[in-house]
């Protein structure tokens, strides 16, 4: 009988199939995530027709330097996992373990981004409680949407580094070429943070220029 | 790596990716610099266009769903089709009153 391969896990019996079983469970999983922020997207939709001006006006308020840096840091860091997978599948172990580090390090650049953002809206008091300095009622509901939908997906952007650093203790223990679906199953997770932001970043951004 | 060529015989890792990435950086420029102009009512239907084909190229390309067998695409489409219906049956409410 022929020798299984490294990379060929229990219970699957062909390389293929158990991609196409991680790859296809993963676009569910990926398919829920959509629908959870589908409805905080929804929520900012319908309360923005509330007042149109007054939303747009508390949108203004956000800083679109943090978000537009933050939003090529992540595009990058899409780009570091992507070629770190097609990398190794081409049998290149080191472009492999520079991807993996570099969207490490981008996708705690985007973090430490983000706390300054945070830092600064908390100074000019745009956390919607007793102090919040926007006057129209509005302009409370924006703000909570701001706060909930980067809150929840910096949660996104931290679980997805865990999983990141995952895969470079491996590469550390030079175990990675036999785990290549955990590359991919990584870095499609990471792809879908990154869309997620793509969205927000014009809802929280853009819309109040 | 086992009986690999050598890297200058196999191609590049790195070709599709950045040209996807320089397209993306693109659209952002594009999309910020909108986001300045007066085009008042299009506005959001413009950023938000714009971030949707960015959407689509990084999952196209970087998430490959170019390459993906029927049965993935139709799971990757599934999500957005019940966010579809979710969106268009709380509009046909809200967009509808007077």
């Given amino acids: ?209 | 790596m086992s009986g690999r060529a050598d890297s200058a015989t196999q191609p590049s890792v790195w070709a599709i990716p950045i040209l996807v990435w320089l397209a993306l950086l693109a659209l952002l420029a594009l999309t910020v610099c909108a986001a300045y102009l007066p085009l008042h009512p299009f506005r959001i239907a413009i950023s938000l266009g714009i971030a949707f084909m960015k959407a689509g190229l990084i999952a196209l390309v970087f998430m490959r769903l170019n390459k993906s067998s029927t049965l993935v695409r139709i799971a990757a489409c599934a999500g957005f089709l019940w966010l579809i219906f979710m969106f268009v049956l709380t509009a046909t409410d809200y967009l509808s009153r007077p």
């Avoid at chain 1, 999983?29 to 027709?49: D, I, K, M, N, V």
């Avoid at chain 1, 308020?61 to 997978?85: D, E, K, P, Q």
């Avoid at chain 1, 999983?163 to 175990?175: K, P, T």
């Fill in chain 1, 1 to 209: 009988m022929a020798q299984v391969p490294a990379d060929l896990h229990e219970p699957f019996t062909s390389r293929a199939r158990q991609r196409e079983a991680i790859v296809f469970a993963l676009w569910i999983f990926l398919a829920s995530e959509l629908l959870l922020f589908g409805g905080l997207f929804l929520g900012y939709a319908t309360y923005r027709l509330l007042d149109i001006r007054d939303f747009n006006e508390a949108a203004s308020h956000t800083n679109v330097y943090f978000g537009t840096a933050n939003t090529a840091i992540l595009m990058t860091s899409s780009l570091a996992i992507a070629v770190a997978g097609r990398a190794l599948e081409s049998g290149r172990t080191k472009p492999t373990k520079i991807g993996i580090w570099l969207t490490i390090l981008l996708g705690l650049s985007f973090l430490v981004v983000k706390g300054f953002e945070y830092r600064e809206d908390l100074i000019e008091h745009l956390w919607p409680n007793l102090d919040f300095s926007l006057k129209p009622p509005v302009a409370r509901i924006f703000f909570s949407f701001y706060w909930i939908t980067t809150g929840v997906h910096a949660c996104h952007v931290s679980v997805g580094l865990l999983l990141i650093g995952r895969l470079a203790w491996m590469a550390h223990r030079r175990v990675l070429p036999q785990n290549r679906d955990s590359v991919e199953a990584t870095s499609l997770y990471w792809h879908l943070v990154d869309i997620i932001w793509v969205i927000l970043y014009p809802l929280l951004y853009l819309v109040g220029r």
